[in-house]
């Protein structure tokens, strides 16, 4: 079956445009939320502060393209216990509270050029638990960070999100509402079996903390967690021209993060516009300006402060991303396209998103070759799952190669990791007639294979 008979079996090109602006719309809601403004603490809850929109606890930071680890879980090799029916014993249900502190440094020695988050990732799912301070000093209690609990792996969300972009709002928009705020459940020593703690920082490895066995009386220093540079890899979300800032330059712009976390924009605006004006190179300065520009829809006046802050510096992503959410507001699939090719050129680790966008932009470019290959890429590199719309772009793409088994495979796993999505019954459908066409394939090709000689 052909590209076009499968797209009038299960969507119009009308309704493709608007399902990929939903994507878009999912993509920028489902982000984690942003680091503290500079200088802040390291506690569960932080500032808007070169992340995400403008009045909300969202962010466009990098999404981590780490590989999930595995831990050594005590008990399970006991000779004396080979079922592990001790372990109850050993980590009772009791949720008592678990405190840890520690540091967090570059290679060198220094403190993160920007506040860093730090996960806990249990059998290699990730969940956020706090920041570093502007010394990469942090301090929390395990599992009680619900201003950060936005993303789709931390929340009961149905993993889509359903919301479209406001008119001349950009990808789900500089004022979309806050996700699931998640569980504030406590989190109990049983539950740190198999977990570990690390630092999320784009472009940078991250040192390993084992969590597995630890007690509520136990030091709550973890040490000190060293960030490595990961080879060949240029994108960052942090520009280097910050620390070349003059005294008065950074001054308003940290003036205009506080204006922001108190979500007075236009107060914040004419601060970042004394920023630049003194120092035109700012480029998170420019990035700050063109949000606060998006927020209020002077998306012409947002365009020009994203290339300012570009120009300033070509190596800094979230400006890239702000222009791929913008061009997805406006259905500009070409420029979704260029953007997002320039953050997997610059960073082809740690933005899922990146290839999300680009698998859409490509998909409704009609480009289908290079859309299966970004929604590929999306698949691998989101451990999270926060964009599991991928496997269904890449189950309709493999479809219409009349690769229905394939088809079938990432439908399944989309509808595992986002069961209750608003499309989820209408996915079900689709995968039934994948299946039923998967078995008609499969029996054809039975009855054309010769019978043994007896």
């Not at 499968?6 to 399902?19: D, K, P, T």
């Not at 878009?24 to 932080?46: D, L, N, R």
């Not at 960030?227 to 021209?241: D, H, L, Q, Y």
Request: glycine share 12%.
């Amino acid at each position: 079956m052909g590209a076009n008979s499968i797209g009038e079996v299960y969507m119009s090109r009308q309704l493709c445009v608007i399902a990929a602006l939903a994507l878009g719309a999912m993509a920028q809601e489902q982000t984690q939320a942003p680091p503290p403004a500079a200088g802040g603490g390291g506690g569960a809850t932080g500032a808007p502060a070169g992340g995400g929109p403008i009045g909300t606890t969202e962010g466009v930071g990098a999404a981590p393209g780490r590989g999930p680890t595995t831990t050594p879980q005590p008990g399970r090799n006991d000779p004396f216990d080979p079922n592990g029916r001790n372990q109850q014993n050993r980590f009772p249900e009791m949720e008592r509270p678990i405190f840890l502190s520690g540091k967090v440094v570059m290679d060198d020695g220094t403190p993160p050029p920007e506040p860093v988050q730090i996960e806990r990732v249990c059998n290699g799912q990730a969940r956020p638990e706090g920041w570093t301070d502007s010394k990469g000093r942090f301090s929390f209690q395990l599992g009680q960070n619900s201003a950060m609990m936005a993303d789709a792996s931390y929340s009961n969300s149905d993993g889509f999100g359903g919301g479209f972009p406001q008119a001349g709002g950009g990808a789900g928009g500089m004022n979309s509402s806050m996700g699931s705020m998640g569980s504030r459940r406590g989190i109990s020593e049983r539950d740190l079996m198999g977990c570990e703690l690390r630092a999320n920082l784009a472009g940078y490895r991250s040192d390993i903390v084992n969590l597995s066995g630890r007690r509520m009386m136990d030091n709550p220093d973890v040490g000190t967690i060293i960030m490595k540079p990961i080879a060949n890899v240029e994108g960052k979300t942090f520009s280097m021209t910050t620390a070349m800032a003059p005294k008065d330059a950074r001054k308003s712009y940290e003036k205009g993060l506080d204006l922001l976390k108190k979500k007075k924009p236009a107060e914040a605006r004419k601060e970042f516009e004394k920023a630049t004006t003194v120092y035109p190179k700012y480029a998170v300065a420019w990035h700050e300006l063109g949000r606060v520009y998006e927020a209020t829809q002077q998306n012409d006046e947002a365009l020009k402060a994203y290339q300012q802050a570009i120009a300033a510096d070509s190596r800094f992503v979230k400006p890239y991303l702000q222009l791929a959410g913008m061009a997805i507001g406006a259905q500009n699939w070409q420029g979704v396209a260029e953007n997002t090719n320039r953050i997997i050129k610059l960073n082809p680790i740690d933005f899922p998103q990146a290839y999300f966008y680009n698998s859409v932009a490509y998909y409704n470019l009609q480009k289908y070759e290079e859309a299966e290959k970004s929604a590929r890429e999306t698949v691998q590199r989101d451990e999270r799952h926060r964009f599991p719309k991928a496997q269904h772009l890449l189950g309709i793409l493999l479809a219409m190669k009349d690769d229905y088994q394939g088809a079938v495979d990432n439908i399944k796993g989309y509808l595992k990791f986002a069961p209750s999505a608003g499309d989820a019954d209408v996915v079900r459908k689709q995968l039934s007639d994948f299946e039923g066409r998967l078995n008609a394939t499969a029996s054809a090709q039975g009855a054309q294979t010769p019978a043994e000689p007896k």
